[in-house]
């Protein structure tokens, strides 16, 4: 019991991690082809924004709800595929 629990967990983190590796690099890529639209834009230099903003901050509870959700996303997966691999 001990080690299926050390492998969900496991598994759970390599939920974690593959996740945030994939919005790393799916940023990486966004901001690589970003090339701005100077045509359409207001026409005045005071509206531009001065700052560039990469994604939104998010809070403490929002970070923890989005791992915990990972985490037990992966738990999950490795109870239904060791549930379904004993079956046959």
Not at 3 to 27: E, M, P
Not at 57 to 66: D, P, V
């Amino acid at each position: 019991m001990n080690k299926s629990i050390f492998r969900a967990l496991g598994v759970g983190t390599l939920f974690i991690s593959a996740y945030y590796a994939y919005q790393i690099s799916w940023g990486m890529i966004m901001t690589f082809r970003y090339a701005p639209d100077f045509a359409n834009t207001t026409g005045s230099v005071g509206n531009a924004q001065s700052k560039v903003a990469f994604g939104q901050a998010a809070s403490n509870w929002q970070i923890s709800l989005e791992l915990i959700g990972m985490m037990a996303l992966g738990m999950c997966m490795y109870y239904l595929v060791r549930y379904f691999k004993k079956g046959k």
